[in-house]
C-alpha cells in the first residue's frame, strides 16, 4: 500500500465498501464521485459478479477498496477478509483492486445523511456513501497522471 497508483485521467473507477453483509458500491471520474448502489455481501460470488457488472457498464479502469486498519496503520482481522475478496475479485475481473484506508469512513457517511430514522436504518443507507468516501479518499491521495 506504500505505493501509490496513479490516477489515470478520464477513466472512471469503482469505489467498494466491503461488508459480509452488505457492500457499498461508489462511482467516481476525474475526481467526482457518487454512490451508486448497495448489493449483498452474503454471496461472495453473487457480490463480485454485480461488481464486475457495474465495472463493465461503466467502462471502469479499477476498483478501489477500503482497507480497515487501525489508528495506527496497521492491518485488522477484517483486513485480511477484504484482501481476500479483493484477490478473488481481482481474478475474476481481471482488474487491479487498489486498496485505500477506510478508517472512519462509515462513520462519516452517517455523519452526512440527514434521514431522522433509527441508526440502524441510517447504517443501511450509509454503505454506498462509505464507498464514495473510499473513493473520494484515493482521488485526493493518489498521484496524477497515468
Do not use: H
Not at 477500503?66 to 477484504?82: C, D, F, H, I, Y
Amino acid at each position: 500500500m506504500s505505493k501509490k497508483k496513479a490516477v489515470a485521467p478520464d477513466k472512471s473507477y469503482i469505489g467498494i465498501d466491503y461488508g459480509a453483509s452488505n457492500v457499498g458500491v461508489a462511482l467516481g471520474k476525474n475526481g467526482f464521485v457518487t454512490p451508486l448502489k448497495i448489493i449483498s455481501g452474503k454471496s461472495t460470488n453473487a457480490a463480485i459478479s454485480e461488481l464486475i457488472r457495474a465495472a463493465l457498464e461503466n467502462k471502469t479502469e479499477a476498483f478501489v477498496m477500503g482497507l480497515p486498519l487501525t489508528a495506527e496503520g496497521k492491518e485488522t482481522a477484517q483486513s485480511l477478509t477484504n484482501r481476500k475478496f479483493a484477490k478473488l475479485l481481482k481474478i475474476m475481473s481481471k482488474k487491479p483492486v487498489i486498496f485505500v484506508n477506510e478508517e472512519n469512513s462509515t462513520q462519516e457517511a452517517l455523519q452526512s445523511l440527514t434521514i431522522q430514522k433509527s441508526t440502524g436504518k441510517r447504517k443501511a443507507y450509509s454503505d454506498d456513501l462509505a464507498a464514495a468516501i473510499i473513493l473520494r479518499r484515493f482521488f485526493q491521495e493518489a498521484p496524477k497522471g497515468a
